[in-house]
């Protein structure tokens, strides 16, 4: 997979005032910045910086990060919900990329 | 120099030489209380730490490039502001911080970090009256995951 894609996994249903789990996985290198043991360059990292969680265009969690947050980093984070919405994910690298990923929950 | 300005001064050398060795721990704070404090604002010693605060991670990880953590707490979410997690000897001891509001439900975060070596791994909560709180627990690495 490409830099970047990711997956975002939550319950399709819900009931109302339920917290429900949020789950994430970015494909990303997340590589510190280090020396090459082959050729003694120094290489810059590359690891995401920053995932904002939204439902329904409303901040819910802000996680900033590392390089010591593993490759292809997995996260897991709750969200009570209320209504029907849209969850999304908006995550960013030290690099300029920028990314978002949504899903959808019906509440009953 | 007479003798009595001799005696003096080496009297005053000799307490020098034995106090030095222990002001030395407050000069070289390690890598973790310099990133705590940088952080946080706050030094390490005085973040209390709690039983409230579920720290899950596995006692031996055999591969230290994937060691999943999980962070819970019977704490209402609406007097928590932030988390932090730390890996005490780490290069970079800070792995990631996350910022809670009301709408997270509970306390909750899980996600999988690289550790060096065998050591500590530190989750920090920031309540919203201003005070830390901390839970630790070490994880044992058969092999590192760092560069």
Not at chain 2, 6 to 28: E, R
Not at chain 2, 69 to 85: A, C, G, N, R
Request: glycine fraction near 8%.
């Amino acid at each position: 997979m490409a830099v970047g894609a990711g997956i975002l996994r939550v319950p399709k249903e819900a009931k109302k005032g339920e917290i429900v789990r949020v789950q994430m996985v970015i494909t990303h290198p997340m590589t510190p910045a280090r020396k090459d043991p082959q050729t003694g360059q120094q290489v810059p990292a590359y690891n995401l910086t920053k995932l904002e969680l939204l439902f329904n265009d409303k901040l819910v969690s802000t996680v900033n990060m590392g390089a010591g947050v593993s490759a292809n980093p997995f996260m897991a984070l709750t969200l009570k919900v209320e209504e029907s919405g849209v969850v999304k994910i908006v995550y960013e690298d030290n690099k300029g990329g920028k990314w978002d990923k949504t899903a959808e929950i019906k509440v009953s | 120099m007479d003798r009595r300005k001799f005696l003096a001064l080496s009297a005053v050398a000799a307490v020098g030489l034995t106090i030095a060795p222990a002001l030395q721990p407050a000069f070289g704070a390690t890598k973790l209380e310099e990133e705590v404090s940088k952080r946080l604002g706050v030094q390490l010693s005085q973040i209390k730490e709690v039983a409230d605060i579920k720290l899950t991670a596995p006692t031996i990880a055999e591969s230290g490039a994937n060691v999943p953590i999980t962070v819970e707490s019977t704490i209402p979410i609406d007097k928590v502001e932030q988390l932090w997690i730390f890996v005490d000897k780490n290069p970079v001891p800070w792995i990631a911080d996350v910022k809670f509001t009301p709408m997270n439900g509970q306390v909750f975060f899980s996600t999988r970090i690289k550790m060096g070596e065998t050591s500590n791994v530190r989750a920090i909560l920031k309540l919203k009256d201003g005070s830390y709180v901390m839970a630790t627990k070490e994880v044992k690495v058969t092999a590192g995951g760092c560069g």
